[in-house]
């Protein structure tokens, strides 16, 4: 069953949390190649460590494991 | 309120602005927000459906949204702010002023809660206690939780406002658009999706904050001796030791207020008797879930102060003006000037800014404001609930059909979320109605959880004993408040001083033992009448109290089944993180 969305439906929450975080590595981790990569760096504290890269990849990573794991299959429908 | 009071002092400059990087994180969160409420629709057809998510929430999901419900931005920044101001004292809000609490709901309170399939609080106050007890709690609830859900919008706004500069009527109305329509079209089941995935948003966007600013102190322990250092005292990392009297901490209060007004009162009626809270475990699929879910609750709610106090407390370590590598003092809202420009109350916001740059400032940004449409959609949510069920249903149209009142569910959600729009700009126009609704609200919670314990504790406890015990413990704790809080300057202090049982208590203080005395009260007087009225009988009590209700089993086999046992475990490791922070 699709967990807590109810009946009927086939997306599960941990699916919806698993698409979120993935689309904000998406947007993130090339951003923050970029500030590596090209010189953009901003000015903030600590910025040598690359927070926007590091923090992207591990959206990405989170978010891709929620997403294939929780992915809307056929078997999955409910039907009470 | 004093994050408000020194938002409207300051809502004049912004702090910072989004790059269009920022802009796309916020939309995306806006875009799946209200594709979620579209999405679940289809499914809230029924009032179990609109009003409690259908009873088909696992434990995770049910514990996660008990916990985001609470976790709004205002608290988010408030708390923080409190951190730089009173050091790790704070985190008793969020541990002995929680956990015990949401523990006792989960293992002792839930199992009565869950099996007399009440609908809300004042339901089951209807069924223990009668009518009067319940129309008592549905009104105040009703009336407080939908001007509290006006003061968190103003209060949003108003952050947007001296962040980014955004205008305050957009914040408002973008904002309470958006949760008006997911909470409308998906009722509990959408607010309960979104809470979950606003929680995992905070922490996405908030944990940075800490891991790079524990990096730059050099670690904790480091980071204690530069607070040392900056403040001349070591008071500000101790939990415990300084709360032998009200002179040695930062806060002006003791173990007492702490232990037995924050954390036996307060905590208790907050987590166990506020319908915001309890109706997410209530929308369990089964016994054991919802009781599991309050516990999977205090796990997390036990590591918030990692994005909420460690933050104020690095800011009093590490906190520099980049070009003059000073140490920046936040001030109080009333002393902010051109030589202190920031007040306590922005330290999430100024730590943001210094470690996230165009992207994460986004995502920071999102998390605040998933904070405060988390706790938004939890007050319009809940007032729906009991508008429909308790007061409506009750007393107005008993006899509808059900799709009736899943109508009705709907449109006491926009009507509430246009009375919350109304307060709004009440607080707009007249900012001191903020600190009266603050208070109006704290009226009713230490009595109700008086109320509520007895009712399912104490089988002689009548219907008369519980009315009047609550009437008797809010109007104590009115007149309580009145007496403290007008009059001259040394009437207040006298009064502060009788109310707290010491000439050296702060005004912290003074919310602790108004609770505290309140409940006393509450508690006294339900037993006084009800040993003068008559009982009833113990039939009409089964699945209502303990002693007259046979607990279903749960379903556990095994140990690590068992909500007990996971509860023990959160109650060690509650213990232990008190030692280390002693």
Same mark, same amino acid.
Not at chain 2, 51 to 69: D, E, H, K, N
Not at chain 2, 70 to 83: R, V
Not at chain 2, 227 to 240: C, K, L, R
Not at chain 2, 322 to 332: A, D, N, R, S
């Given at each position: 069953?699709? $967990?807590?969305?109810?009946?009927?439906?086939? &997306?599960?929450?941990? +699916?919806?949390? =698993?698409?979120?975080? @993935?689309?904000? !590595?998406?947007?993130?981790?090339?951003?923050?190649?970029?500030?590596?990569?090209?010189?953009? $760096?901003?000015?903030?504290?600590?910025?040598? &460590?690359?927070?926007? +890269?590091?923090? =992207?990849?591990?959206? @990405?990573?989170? !978010?891709?494991?929620?997403?294939?794991?929780?992915?809307?299959?056929?078997?999955?429908?409910?039907?009470? | 309120?004093?994050?408000?009071?020194?938002?409207?002092?300051?809502?004049?400059?912004?702090?910072?602005?989004?790059?269009?990087?920022?802009?796309?994180?916020?939309?995306?969160?806006?875009?799946?927000?209200?594709?979620?409420?579209?999405?679940?629709?289809?499914?809230?057809?029924?009032?179990?459906?609109?009003?409690?998510?259908?009873?088909?929430?696992?434990?995770?999901?049910?514990?996660?949204?008990?916990?985001?419900?609470?976790?709004?931005?205002?608290?988010?920044?408030?708390?923080?702010?409190?951190?730089?101001?009173?050091?790790?004292?704070?985190?008793?809000?969020?541990?002995?002023?929680?956990?015990?609490?949401?523990?006792?709901?989960?293992?002792?309170?839930?199992?009565?809660?869950?099996?007399?399939?009440?609908?809300?609080?004042?339901?089951?106050?209807?069924?223990?206690?009668?009518?009067?007890?319940?129309?008592?709690?549905?009104?105040?609830?009703?009336?407080?939780?939908?001007?509290?859900?006006?003061?968190?919008?103003?209060?949003?706004?108003?952050?947007?406002?001296?962040?980014?500069?955004?205008?305050?009527?957009?914040?408002?109305?973008?904002?309470?658009?958006?949760?008006?329509?997911?909470?409308?079209?998906?009722?509990?089941?959408?607010?309960?999706?979104?809470?979950?995935?606003?929680?995992?948003?905070?922490?996405?966007?908030?944990?940075?904050?800490?891991?790079?600013?524990?990096?730059?102190?050099?670690?904790?322990?480091?980071?204690?001796?530069?607070?040392?250092?900056?403040?001349?005292?070591?008071?500000?990392?101790?939990?415990?030791?300084?709360?032998?009297?009200?002179?040695?901490?930062?806060?002006?209060?003791?173990?007492?207020?702490?232990?037995?007004?924050?954390?036996?009162?307060?905590?208790?009626?907050?987590?166990?008797?506020?319908?915001?809270?309890?109706?997410?475990?209530?929308?369990?699929?089964?016994?054991?879930?919802?009781?599991?879910?309050?516990?999977?609750?205090?796990?997390?709610?036990?590591?918030?102060?990692?994005?909420?106090?460690?933050?104020?407390?690095?800011?009093?370590?590490?906190?520099?003006?980049?070009?003059?590598?000073?140490?920046?003092?936040?001030?109080?809202?009333?002393?902010?000037?051109?030589?202190?420009?920031?007040?306590?109350?922005?330290?999430?916001?100024?730590?943001?800014?210094?470690?996230?740059?165009?992207?994460?400032?986004?995502?920071?940004?999102?998390?605040?404001?998933?904070?405060?449409?988390?706790?938004?959609?939890?007050?319009?949510?809940?007032?729906?609930?009991?508008?429909?069920?308790?007061?409506?249903?009750?007393?107005?149209?008993?006899?509808?059909?059900?799709?009736?009142?899943?109508?009705?569910?709907?449109?006491?959600?926009?009507?509430?979320?246009?009375?919350?729009?109304?307060?709004?700009?009440?607080?707009?126009?007249?900012?001191?109605?903020?600190?009266?609704?603050?208070?109006?609200?704290?009226?009713?919670?230490?009595?109700?959880?008086?109320?509520?314990?007895?009712?399912?504790?104490?089988?002689?406890?009548?219907?008369?004993?519980?009315?009047?015990?609550?009437?008797?413990?809010?109007?104590?704790?009115?007149?309580?408040?009145?007496?403290?809080?007008?009059?001259?300057?040394?009437?207040?202090?006298?009064?502060?001083?009788?109310?707290?049982?010491?000439?050296?208590?702060?005004?912290?203080?003074?919310?602790?033992?108004?609770?505290?005395?309140?409940?006393?009260?509450?508690?006294?007087?339900?037993?006084?009448?009800?040993?003068?009225?008559?009982?009833?009988?113990?039939?009409?009590?089964?699945?209502?109290?303990?002693?007259?209700?046979?607990?279903?089993?749960?379903?556990?086999?095994?140990?690590?089944?068992?909500?007990?046992?996971?509860?023990?475990?959160?109650?060690?490791?509650?213990?232990?993180?008190?030692?280390?922070?002693?």
């Amino acid at each position: 069953m699709a $967990e807590g969305t109810g009946r009927g439906e086939l &997306l599960s929450i941990w +699916f919806f949390v =698993g698409v979120m975080t @993935l689309a904000y !590595g998406i947007v993130l981790l090339p951003y923050g190649a970029w500030e590596w990569f090209g010189g953009h $760096e901003p000015g903030t504290v600590l910025h040598e &460590l690359h927070p926007t +890269f590091w923090w =992207g990849l591990l959206l @990405l990573i989170f !978010g891709s494991f929620y997403t294939i794991r929780y992915r809307p299959r056929p078997g999955d429908k409910d039907v009470a | 309120m004093q994050l408000l009071a020194a938002m409207l002092f300051l809502q004049n400059r912004q702090l910072t602005h989004l790059s269009p990087v920022d802009i796309i994180i916020l939309l995306l969160y806006f875009a799946v927000v209200v594709f979620i409420g579209f999405y679940v629709k289809g499914s809230t057809n029924t009032s179990e459906e609109f009003f409690l998510a259908g009873r088909q929430m696992t434990a995770w999901i049910a514990g996660l949204s008990f916990v985001s419900a609470n976790l709004g931005s205002l608290e988010l920044m408030g708390w923080a702010g409190s951190a730089y101001q009173y050091g790790i004292l704070a985190t008793h809000w969020y541990w002995i002023g929680a956990i015990p609490a949401m523990l006792f709901l989960g293992i002792v309170m839930m199992p009565f809660y869950y099996i007399s399939k009440t609908h809300s609080v004042p339901g089951y106050l209807q069924l223990r206690f009668g009518e009067g007890a319940r129309g008592l709690a549905a009104v105040s609830f009703g009336f407080m939780t939908i001007l509290m859900s006006g003061v968190n919008m103003y209060a949003m706004a108003l952050v947007m406002k001296v962040i980014l500069g955004w205008d305050i009527n957009f914040s408002i109305w973008v904002g309470a658009a958006t949760v008006a329509l997911y909470v409308m079209l998906g009722g509990l089941r959408s607010a309960i999706i979104n809470e979950v995935l606003q929680f995992v948003l905070i922490w996405a966007g908030a944990a940075l904050i800490p891991i790079l600013g524990l990096i730059e102190a050099g670690g904790w322990t480091n980071l204690k001796a530069q607070i040392a250092v900056n403040v001349g005292n070591t008071n500000y990392t101790h939990m415990w030791s300084t709360l032998g009297h009200f002179k040695d901490n930062p806060m002006g209060i003791n173990w007492v207020g702490i232990v037995f007004g924050l954390g036996a009162i307060i905590s208790f009626g907050y987590w166990t008797t506020d319908f915001l809270v309890v109706q997410r475990v209530l929308s369990a699929h089964n016994l054991r879930a919802a009781k599991m879910a309050p516990v999977l609750g205090a796990a997390f709610k036990m590591a918030v102060p990692l994005i909420v106090i460690v933050p104020g407390l690095l800011a009093l370590g590490v906190l520099r003006d980049p070009h003059t590598h000073q140490l920046i003092h936040l001030v109080g809202e009333n002393q902010v000037d051109a030589a202190h420009p920031y007040s306590y109350n922005e330290v999430l916001p100024l730590m943001l800014i210094r470690y996230c740059g165009p992207g994460l400032l986004g995502l920071g940004i999102t998390a605040l404001v998933a904070g405060f449409m988390s706790g938004m959609a939890g007050n319009v949510s809940a007032f729906s609930t009991v508008w429909t069920y308790d007061l409506y249903g009750a007393y107005m149209n008993k006899r509808a059909p059900d799709k009736h009142y899943v109508l009705m569910g709907r449109w006491s959600t926009i009507v509430g979320m246009l009375i919350s729009i109304g307060t709004a700009y009440l607080v707009m126009n007249a900012a001191s109605i903020m600190d009266y609704v603050q208070a109006l609200f704290s009226f009713f919670i230490a009595p109700l959880f008086g109320t509520v314990i007895l009712g399912m504790l104490w089988k002689r406890a009548t219907n008369w004993g519980g009315f009047l015990g609550l009437l008797a413990g809010t109007v104590s704790s009115i007149s309580m408040w009145i007496y403290t809080n007008f009059g001259t300057a040394a009437h207040k202090a006298d009064a502060l001083a009788h109310i707290a049982l010491s000439r050296d208590a702060q005004p912290m203080a003074n919310d602790m033992f108004r609770a505290l005395w309140s409940w006393l009260i509450c508690v006294a007087v339900t037993i006084a009448v009800s040993y003068m009225t008559t009982p009833r009988p113990e039939s009409e009590l089964n699945g209502l109290v303990y002693g007259a209700t046979v607990i279903p089993d749960d379903g556990a086999t095994r140990i690590w089944q068992k909500p007990i046992f996971w509860a023990c475990i959160v109650a060690v490791v509650f213990v232990v993180l008190n030692i280390i922070f002693w």
